[in-house]
């Protein structure tokens, strides 16, 4: 059984409510963080990895020490599950099915909407209270007030545990029923992520190509970033409503884009990213949006792709 496994919920500081018993499955860079933050917020933390040998600051600050995953979800009402993949989730899950029935499973393994909605019927099956979850953060920020993790799954288990849940990231949020919203949202803002490193990667290089350093680039960057935000808030009334009144037409920014696509093959810098939007910014304008704003591209996004034209006859 757990070592010194928790009689009751503890309670810490000046916040006198009782601390839910947690357990957390899964000790790498993000579960280690987890079990750490909800340790330091006074819970009682009882900790499983499949490799021992990685809970030896957990124990030190506190943790009890399962010898299987089994034997650590019995400890706590609240289960915390943090491994690899998908894959890895359900191995540890299956034998545990018995076990979990009536607790709480938070599953902050990185996944697909599909995988979240398969464990979270699989759980439902068997009587455990079921949340999906995305951690916007890396390790280092698990249980800041800025941080967000994202849950989906039913309201009234994370009401049940929100404030053991917001001591993971103060930012944090309850999307909504579907157990697949959280890696939904998840995806969604990490391709905002990839796609705003490469345009700051991609400017980067270009000014690289003229010998000016990224630190002077980045100030004036992230200056940019904030006006860009500007545009989001702009953009999103228009994408919810199907109009797009604009600020600046697609024809005058498609003319703009090819600027960049000019300056940086003169600098012989890649041009696969100004391509990319480009042609995003072309099929929306076939479609009849060359006077509409940027977020008529969203239209285009959404439809098939138009069939290429057909080869001129010989
Ligand atoms: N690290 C980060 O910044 C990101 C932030 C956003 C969310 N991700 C996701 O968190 C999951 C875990 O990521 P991680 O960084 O903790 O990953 P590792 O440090 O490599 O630890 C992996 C743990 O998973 C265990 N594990 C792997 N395979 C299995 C398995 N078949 N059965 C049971 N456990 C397994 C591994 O155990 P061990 O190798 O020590 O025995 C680690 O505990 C992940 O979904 C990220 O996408 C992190």
Redesign the pocket.
């Known amino acids: 059984m757990a070592t010194g496994e928790p009689t009751r919920p503890a309670t810490t500081g000046t916040d006198p409510r009782p601390r839910t018993p947690v357990a957390v499955l899964?000790?790498?860079?993000?579960?280690a963080a987890l079990a750490g933050a909800l340790l330091g917020s006074g819970h009682p933390v009882t900790v499983w990895?499949?490799?021992p040998g990685?809970d030896a600051d957990l124990l030190e600050r506190g943790a009890a020490r399962a010898d299987s995953a089994a034997h650590a979800a019995a400890s706590a009402p609240l289960v915390v599950l943090?491994?690899?993949?998908h894959?890895?989730a359900r191995?540890?899950l299956e034998p545990l099915a018995d076990v979990l029935a009536g607790r709480t499973l938070v599953n902050?393994?990185?996944g697909t909407p599909e995988e979240a909605a398969e464990t979270a019927a699989w759980a439902e099956a068997r009587g455990i209270a079921y949340l999906d979850g995305?951690?916007m953060?890396?390790?280092q920020h698990v249980g800041a007030a800025g941080t967000a993790v994202l849950y989906s799954g039913p309201g009234a288990a994370f009401d049940e545990h929100r404030d053991t849940l917001l001591r993971l990231g103060g930012a944090s949020a309850h999307l909504g029923e579907a157990p697949g919203l959280a890696s939904l949202y998840d995806t969604a803002l990490l391709g905002l992520m990839w796609a705003s490193l490469a345009g700051w990667a991609h400017g980067a290089a270009l000014l690289r190509a003229e010998g000016v350093a990224a630190t002077r680039f980045t100030p004036f960057a992230l200056h940019w970033l904030g006006a860009v935000g500007g545009f989001f808030e702009f953009l999103t009334p228009q994408v919810d409503s199907g109009s797009y009144p604009p600020d600046a037409t697609l024809d005058v920014q498609v003319a703009a884009l090819r600027h960049l696509v000019h300056a940086s093959r003169a600098r012989g810098v890649d041009t696969t990213l100004p391509d990319a939007v480009g042609l995003l910014m072309e099929r929306a304008i076939a479609a009849g949006h060359g006077g509409a704003s940027f977020g008529a591209v969203t239209e285009v996004l959404t439809a098939p792709a138009p069939a290429p034209a057909p080869a001129p006859a010989p």
């Open positions: 899964g000790l790498g860079l993000m579960g990895n499949r490799t990685r943090c491994v690899l993949d894959a890895a191995g540890v902050l393994t990185s995305a951690i953060a890396t390790p």
